[in-house]
């Protein structure tokens, strides 16, 4: 079974305008660790953002933003009036307390933003 | 800042070969990964090293090996490279307390 999930595969947005980015995780332990991470067409995965189980505030970095909520199992990501910049294919991924090093990624949405 | 390279932006080789991916960090991590990326799949471990001369097997480490032979290099083999390993191969390090993993700009690798 998938532990991570990015149901969006592709999305495309203008310009300013605001975009969620979906991550829904699967996982039986109590004690784990969220990621996000951008991949520009350079290739190199930059690291965005980790929140442990037990921190349930949502984040605010600049223009990005994170939702976790352990009720529904989700991670979801949005980028605030965005830009051609944004334009990346990003990753959730999902580290366990009992393989701390092990990540199970999502397949990765990719953002395409238009001028 | 954390660096890890890669030999090789691009390679393109012939099935059958023998085919080396080297990477290289800065950071004096204990561990680095090895992962695969396909379109549809995301990323996927192939093997981790958590120490010199120390291996796991990751999810998919069939046709492939590792050597880490000293901390800062982590050496990926395909012993006898196949199409189906054409892929981009991307090496990861971070320190053993801190499961940050810093990641390197990836090899795009294509077996003809």
């Known amino acids: 079974a998938q532990k991570v999930t990015q149901a969006q595969t592709e999305i495309s947005v203008v310009e300013k305008e605001d975009v969620t980015l979906d991550c829904v995780y699967e996982?039986?332990?109590?004690?784990?660790?969220l990621f996000w991470y951008k991949q520009p067409p350079s290739g190199e995965l930059v690291f965005l953002i980790r929140r442990n189980s037990f921190d349930e505030q949502n984040e605010i970095s600049g223009r990005y933003s994170w939702n976790f909520q352990k009720s529904t199992s989700s991670f979801n990501f949005t980028i605030t009036a965005s830009q051609v910049v944004d334009s990346a294919v990003y990753f959730c991924a999902l580290s366990e307390a009992t393989n701390f090093n092990k990540f199970y990624f999502g397949s990765g949405t990719k953002l395409n933003v238009k001028p | 800042d954390v660096k890890v390279t890669q030999s090789s932006r691009y390679l393109v080789k012939r099935t059958g070969e023998k085919v080396f991916l080297e990477c290289v960090q800065d950071m004096d991590h204990e561990n680095m990964f090895w992962y695969r990326q396909d379109p549809g799949l995301g990323l996927r471990l192939i093997y981790f090293?958590?120490?010199?001369?120390?291996?796991e097997k990751g999810d998919i480490p069939e046709g492939y090996s590792v050597s880490r032979e000293k901390k800062e290099r982590f050496s990926l083999i395909l012993e006898s490279a196949s199409t189906n390993q054409t892929s981009m191969y991307l090496c990861?390090?971070?320190?053993?307390?801190?499961?940050?993993?810093?990641f390197g700009p990836g090899t795009r690798l294509t077996v003809l």
């Open positions: 990861a390090s971070s320190l053993p307390e801190d499961n940050e993993q810093f």
């Open positions: 996982t039986r332990d109590t004690t784990y660790y």
């Open positions: 090293s958590y120490d010199v001369k120390m291996k």
